[in-house]
């Protein structure tokens, strides 16, 4: 019997302790009950482990991939060469920035947008759309332009993108065969 009001009591703390419809501890403090010795047809006046059937958890629909602006790779860690297709001012809005990405990503699909703000490499106050490579200097970045037929610099730029101002200069310009600016980074 002692068993039995002890059961009783784990179980009505349990049930005090959690959010009320949350089916996942319910079953665990259900299972938990059972495992203790307790019985669901005990004749004791001890509270059960449950006395409603459980309401349906919602089905949850899988997120959608962004196919949008919203699926921007974001280049990750500190310093590293992409290949800057073109600037729009940050005052231009997001709209523009969406309709000018579409455009871009008609010729290079996995083309993305950082904000310049975040990047002490940019010049501040821009979307800077570009493609993330990898590419190990700025001539392999205007190396995947002309390829793809962005052979001007306002159609795409070797950027050394990093959170350092110093290496602002770090600007290769096309042609890719016969680049100039800084196309290299010194260690």
């Known amino acids: 019997m002692a068993a039995v009001l002890a059961v009783g009591a784990a179980t009505a703390l ?3 302790l959690h959010a009320p419809g949350d089916e996942k501890k319910d079953e665990t403090t259900a ?3 059972g495992a203790a ?4 047809t005990s004749t004791s006046s001890a509270p059960t482990a449950r006395t409603t ?3 349906p958890t919602p089905k949850r629909t899988p997120t959608p991939t962004p196919t949008g602006p919203e699926a921007s790779p974001t280049p990750v860690g500190d310093g590293r060469w992409i290949a800057q297709l073109y600037s729009e001012p940050l005052s231009a809005g997001t709209a523009a920035r969406d309709r000018r990405l579409a455009r871009i990503r008609e010729s290079v699909p996995e083309a993305g947008f950082v904000r310049s703000d975040d990047y002490a490499s940019l010049r501040p106050g ?3 759309f570009y493609a993330p490579g990898p590419f190990a200097d700025g001539r392999a970045a205007l190396a995947f332009c002309a390829e793809r037929g962005r052979t001007t610099v306002n159609g ?3 950027r050394y993108l990093s959170t350092s101002p110093t290496d602002f200069v770090l600007q290769c310009r096309p042609p890719a065969a016969n680049p100039t600016g800084r196309c290299t980074r010194d260690r």
Do not use: E
């Open 53 to 55: 059937p459980p309401s």
């Open 14 to 16: 349990a049930l005090t």
């Open 126 to 128: 821009y979307w800077v």
């Open 156 to 158: 795409c730029i070797g």
């Open 31 to 33: 299972g938990a009950v």
């Open 37 to 40: 010795g307790g019985s669901a």
